[in-house]
């Protein structure tokens, strides 16, 4: 979404918005009814966005990837 916003792309960012939400409502939703606790929850949410910032950081910064 950053790289998107950067190069003026609303259109993308709000599609991607819609789609990482409505993937993150499943994923969830479906924890939950599988007997996650709120604490349990709490803990893959920051495992999700610490792995992600990980790969960001990898991809970006040490294999200079460009994001065009």
């Known amino acids: 979404m950053i790289a998107h916003g950067l190069k003026g792309q609303v259109g993308a960012?709000?599609?991607?918005?819609?789609?990482?939400?409505?993937?993150?409502?499943?994923y969830c939703s479906r924890m939950?009814?599988?007997g996650k606790?709120?604490?349990e929850m709490a803990k893959i949410m920051r495992n999700i966005v610490?792995?992600?910032g990980?790969?960001?950081y990898l991809a970006?910064?040490?294999l200079r990837i460009?994001?065009?």
Do not use: C, R, W
């Not at 960012?13 to 499943?26: G, K, R």
């Open 37 to 39: 606790t709120t604490k």
């Open 54 to 56: 990980m790969f960001e």
């Open 66 to 68: 460009p994001h065009y």
């Open 50 to 52: 610490g792995t992600l």
């Open 32 to 34: 939950v009814e599988a």
């Open 60 to 62: 970006y910064y040490i």
């Open 13 to 26: 960012i709000q599609s991607i918005e819609v789609f990482i939400n409505s993937l993150l409502d499943t």
